[in-house]
Nanobody, 115 residues
Framework: QVQLVESGGGLVQPGGSLRLSCVASRSIVSFYNMGWYRQAPGKQRELVAVITSGGSTNYGDSVKGRFTISRDNAKNSIYLQMNSLKPEDTAVYYC?????????WGQGTQVTVSS
């Protein structure tokens, strides 16, 4: 029913920045909680950041102070601004939306932090 498409991943040096985007196929971003998760090889998927329909945010401990999640309702999008990137941030980053009916994930975008 809703398709999520992430973009903005790539290769960046330690200390650098990236901005990830997630665009929803329907105008529902404003109504539901959305978030970013990541998964590195051999590890479980973990919470990066979430934003509620009311604008409240929550971050994983490992990214607090470095990452910022935001939402643009007009563009049906959420974003993840990632600063001061570390090699440990290397992972596939997934966009997620939670509605009363379903949980949907994007296809993921690769972020690699390396010299």
């Amino acid at each position: 029913q809703v398709q999520l498409v992430e973009s903005g991943g790539g290769l960046v040096q330690p200390g650098g920045s990236l901005r990830l985007s997630c665009v929803a196929s329907r105008s529902i971003v404003s109504f539901y909680n959305m978030g970013w998760y990541r998964q590195a090889p051999g590890k479980q998927r973990e919470l990066v950041a979430v934003i509620t329909s009311g604008g409240s945010t929550n971050y994983g401990d490992s990214v607090k102070g470095r990452f910022t999640i935001s939402r643009d309702n007009a563009k049906n999008s959420i974003y993840l601004q990632m600063n001061s990137l570390k090699p440990e941030d290397t992972a596939v980053y997934y966009c997620k939306i939670v509605t009363t009916q379903m949980i949907q994930w994007g296809q993921g975008t690769q972020v690699t932090v390396s010299s």
